[in-house]
């Protein structure tokens, strides 16, 4: 499996002076110090962080108990194991005695205390630690104190190290494996923590046992458990990971640290190389679905403002830099970071930034088709990318893969999402969890966000009857995923369509999303059909989230007198009905301003149907939701068409007072052939949205 | 009148070559066209000016007719008027024939079509021109365009001349002052506005009867109408203008450009010394009621983001350094508008700010108290700065002044308004209109402007049985100003207070408002006591509105099953009772989220209330509304008192998922003695806050 072209193995290198730390040999160490001083990525990034240590060096010592998300002990738990990890390599770097011997002490105050400590407060059903009120933070605190340790650990007198190893380390690696062993290495992004942690914990206190059952799994077998098995189910041939972006930005971070310590302490595992470069995959997929502004695409659980700007894609930059080839995207993400990452890779990596013009710097992200699911058989995730006039890229989101693992996964086969304007335009919520604000649950996933976040009403996609689909029930998504008809990620009509079937029982969906440039607008237009047929009447709900506030309709319409909820249950609790139209016709535009520009959709159905403005936040007893508004078109009918053109328009600043083109050049949309053709009525032209095999948009 | 040390005298200068252009001497667009290259400001400026001018010749002459605020007609109209004001001046830099040609083609088309048009569709009382919908804007359109034109005008064939000025000027200046004769010169900014421009016209137009008619008004005594009269009338001793900050702003735009009009074109008038040296004064107080964002502090109608970048400040700047003295102040605008106004004013400042330091550039505005009333004697607007830690300023503002004018006055007095750590922390809604967005009303004041932006309950003050003060008569409310007790702008107890009477029949409302720094707490805490005595038996709802998230009470409530509205008039039909909590003690905690960080606030009530969550919306057809939260406390009784402090502390960042601090310090609040001092209990101290003569606040 080893790779005969592998680089320098540090193994060797470390020979020469005893065994070398985790993450930085010797010889590296020595190369970042001639770097410290110097005005560059990787100067800047050994000095940020040195300051830092040094800063954690003039606090005094604080080992708490444990705490909720959050909370004074978590954050101070969290502080530690991120400074021990900095300061053991500082400690390399400056060969500064007081690093190693604040490390010592604080290891040793953890050490003395640790096992003294009662199981944690849980607030999720992911089990407690002794430090944080889930064992997932407690896998953190492994590797990276772990990592520290390693730097100063072979200098530590032979008795404090066993005491450390033997107070903490070892207690905590008993925890996760043994006391918790159902949760150790199961498939899963905490899997994925845990068997990192323990891998990283077996280098840095010699422990081959620990490094082997955590690359291997309990069983040994490296395909039902453990690391190796972990990437190759995890990821899809495309790289996406079963659980959405913001948890791949999460799994791809222990991925990376124990790749890169394999593949430093036990290079002829040839990590790099296994299951076809799966940790290359799985880097490169992870930034793919990130909007302009470089927030991840919130599909299933998210918080909405995570971005590529997080640890993984520092550390993945340099890695990858080093251990792959030199992609060009590598130095426009090392550039954004400000930062690269203190080893002999980011070195490489700054060098490179430095020398590199400011165009290369640059970098408009691919449209792309993400299949989903280990064999890349289970539907796909498209993104379609256009730019607008001024080079705002626009971002068309389109999730017709898995529903993904159960514990993150949203039930919204066949979602839409948009972005415009440097703005989420058509919108998803996220999850319901005000991460690490402790007053709220602990910080830990609430209430709502199984029964509104998860429901498939919270999303811009269909609902039949008012119910959420496959009733709720993951076993059932994870058996039943979407399918993918057709991509077509270039030019100027880009498309994409996928097709869920049974989601509903006797119901099948189809849904073509485009994203359309043409000379006679602006910015792309975004097309969506939405074509069910099904085996008898029902009640249909196309829903759309936006944020701004209405500028105008072309239809009549009657607010509420007073709010009641739209339903009951399956997420309509939380949507209160603020307003109502009946359109016999099945035809409107509705027009509304977010920010700086203007949106107008104008839409279709098949028969007749009644528009609603909704905003969320009913039956919401704690304040958990953000009261964000939405839409929805409701029709009956057995089989039925939606079809909407999303226009972008116009420019606003309200502190210049400055308004223009308000109103957009579409007035009205008519579907043809059951929806094979759309036709567009415009202020001085007519257009047709050709919706077959061929999509296009000619005017005529 | 006229000061002996005048400067150099424009008429003398332009007598060497005709009569001068209104705002540019030969000499002085000589100096300018030697900074035109230079990496400066000045230099900056005229070429960003040229710029547009430029892009303007390239495109067709366009002179259509009238449309609704930010439609496309009223758009072109306002596009020609900058344009020909710019590119006048650019031609006496320049000396380029084609800018002076542009001109005479433009304003021909103008003369020629001007008298033919229709009057507007006006969509306010303010009547209609023939190019805009409402007048103002056509005054704005002849002060632009006359002044551009007097820049070309000598050079112009004497036919064409006449065929301009008895075309265009002659007519609009017969409408302005005797079709809207009522209108023309009242004591407003409109009449602001239509001297400045009737003034500059006459300039221009070489018509000394219209300049003295401006200036004198239409009874020739410079007291009762006119652009003098407006001056000693409109603005305070302190230089506070009576309708509020964000038309200060607007009116200080034609205050300026008129002044330096007058001075260049008759300097023995002493323009700048006039009355005080009100010119000076209505400046220098337009931006001291901003926030450190640079938005204006919104009282009465307002547009929120409107901010002391606009046009009046750009002037000013440059005025006020040439006819005043060299205020450090007008460095640091000048800087932060990157540009100054070009003409010889604009040259000394762009020196001035180039050879001054980093330092001389910083400027941290004063606490202040503006007395209201063209005597001062109509009560104060107070302004309370502090910094807290991290040298963010805190800003606490107080209207204990006067109604102002009636049509953009609300019915507000005590308003309370507070902004700290970058944010509005405890906000004015502003004004109801969706400015120059056509579709939304013509973009004018929309029907909920009157209905709750003017309403008492719309504001962070107590309504008393449910009604609007001076039952919204705003004759009533202008004859009974507030009253303004004390007023301490420095140390580290900064308070002041003020009082109203009568705004509720039987009814005196005392309120004392303070901004503490005290080393326990990181941020300043802002103390409010609101103390009321009756002839009777009442409810008091005292109202705060913010922005953001629940994060905890320390108190249960309800929330509401069904929205209703609160009330069917005087502002409460807009407000939804989202939930609601009993207090039999009067008193409770209650914290939120404001993006990065969190404002806990502890209050007491006097007696038993009632807390209620409410959020803006209801009753809105047209969807005018935003939909923001706020809060209520409500208290029966005669003699009560509303007591609360408000911390704001911690941090969050949740693309970095960090947050700490997420409760606050204190934890209750209790009133003694009638509100002669509150008790403040904490996790770990208690400490007591003064309220009498000597407020202070000191940890017991």
């Known amino acids: 499996m080893a790779d005969p072209q592998q680089p320098e193995s540090p193994r060797s290198t470390s020979a020469e002076q005893g065994p070398a730390a985790v993450f930085l040999t010797q010889t590296e160490a020595k190369a970042l110090r001639a770097q410290a001083e110097a005005d560059s990525l990787i100067g800047r990034s050994i000095r940020a962080e040195r300051a830092q240590v040094d800063a954690w060096l003039r606090s005094p010592v604080s080992v708490p108990g444990s705490g909720a998300g959050g909370g004074v002990e978590h954050e101070q738990h969290k502080r530690n194991y991120l400074m021990i990890f900095a300061a053991g390599r500082q400690h390399l770097i400056w060969q500064q005695p007081e690093y190693a011997k604040r490390i010592a002490e604080v290891l040793s ?13 849980p607030y999720s059903h992911n089990p407690p630690g ?6 997932l933070n407690e896998h953190m605190w492994l590797l990276f104190a772990a990592a520290g340790y390693s730097c100063v650990r072979p200098g530590l007198p032979e008795a404090l190290r066993q005491r450390i190893d033997e ?10 494996t043994r006391t918790y062993r159902h949760h ?23 422990r081959r046992d620990w490094l082997e059952l955590a690359v291997r799994g309990q069983f040994g077998d490296s395909e039902t458990a453990g690391f190796l098995a972990q990437l190759a189910n995890l990821f899809s041939p495309s790289g996406y990971y079963e659980e959405g972006p913001y948890y791949q930005r999460f799994a791809i971070q222990p991925m990376l640290f124990f790749a890169e310590a394999i593949e430093r302490a036990w290079p002829e595992l040839g990590i790099y190389r296994h299951h076809d470069e799966v940790v290359r995959r799985g880097f490169y997929a992870a930034f793919l679905p990130s909007f302009p502004n470089g927030a991840l695409v919130p599909l299933n659980d998210a918080i909405k403002p995570m971005n590529i700007k997080s640890l993984g894609f520092v550390l993945g930059a340099s890695f990858m830099y080093r251990r792959y080839e030199a992609d060009a995207r590598l130095l426009w993400l090392a550039n954004l970071h400000g930062q690269v990452w203190p080893d002999a890779a980011g070195v490489a990596l700054s060098d490179a930034v430095h020398t590199a013009g400011a165009e290369a710097l640059h970098c408009e992200l691919p449209s792309v088709e993400l299949l989903c699911g280990p064999k890349g058989d289970k539907g796909a995730v498209g993104i379609l990318r256009a730019e607008g006039r001024h080079h705002e890229q626009a971002v068309l989101t389109f999730d017709a893969g898995s529903h993904g693992l159960a514990e993150h996964a949203h039930f919204d086969a066949l979602t839409l999402g948009y972005f415009a304007r440097g703005q989420e335009v058509l919108r998803d919520y996220g999850c319901v969890r005000w991460i690490n604000i402790e007053p709220k649950g602990g910080g830990a996933y609430l209430p709502e966000n199984v029964s509104f976040a998860k429901q498939t009403i919270a999303h811009n996609t269909v609902s039949v009857d008012g119910r959420c689909q496959h009733e709720a029930d993951a076993e059932l998504a994870v058996a039943n995923p979407s399918h993918r008809l057709a991509f077509h990620g270039s030019g100027d009509a880009q498309w994409m369509r996928g097709e869920t079937v049974g989601a509903y029982p006797g119901v099948a969906m189809r849904r073509t999303v485009a994203l359309l440039r043409h000379a006679d607008f602006e910015h792309p237009l975004l097309v969506d059909l939405f074509a069910i047929e099904a085996d008898a009447d029902h009640v249909y709900d196309y829903a759309l989230y936006y944020d701004g506030q209405v500028v105008r309709t072309d239809f009549d319409y009657a607010v509420s007198r007073n ?12 949507l209160w009905r603020v307003g109502a139209a009946n359109l016999p016709a099945g035809r409107g535009l509705f027009s509304w301003l977010q920010k700086s520009c203007y949106h107008s959709l104008s839409f279709a159905t098949s028969g007749p149907s009644e528009f609603i403005f909704t905003r969320i936040g009913a ?21 039925v068409v939606f079809a909407s053109v999303l226009e972008t328009h116009g420019d606003f600043d309200e502190s210049r007072e400055f308004s223009q083109g ?10 043809e052939d059951g929806g094979a053709r759309l036709r567009l009525h415009g202020t001085d032209a007519d257009w047709v949205v050709e919706l077959g095999d061929n999509v296009a948009l000619r005017r005529i």
């Open 109 to 121: 105050v953890y050490a003395e205390r640790y096992t003294t400590l009662p199981f944690a407060k």
């Open 619 to 639: 039956n919401d007893p704690k304040f958990n939701l953000r009261a964000e508004p939405g839409l929805m078109l409701r029709q009956a009918g057995r089989d």
């Open 167 to 176: 107070g903490v380390f070892a207690p905590m690696v008993e925890m996760f």
């Open 184 to 206: 150790f290495d199961i498939i899963h992004n905490h899997g994925m923590w845990a068997c990192a942690a323990v891998g990283v914990a077996g280098i840095a206190c010699e």
């Open 662 to 671: 308000a109103r957009g050049r579409l007035l009205a949309l008519e579907i």
């Open 130 to 135: 002794r430090l944080f009120h889930q064992i």
């Open 563 to 574: 709010l009641s909820p739209l339903g009951t249950d399956a997420g309509y609790q939380h």
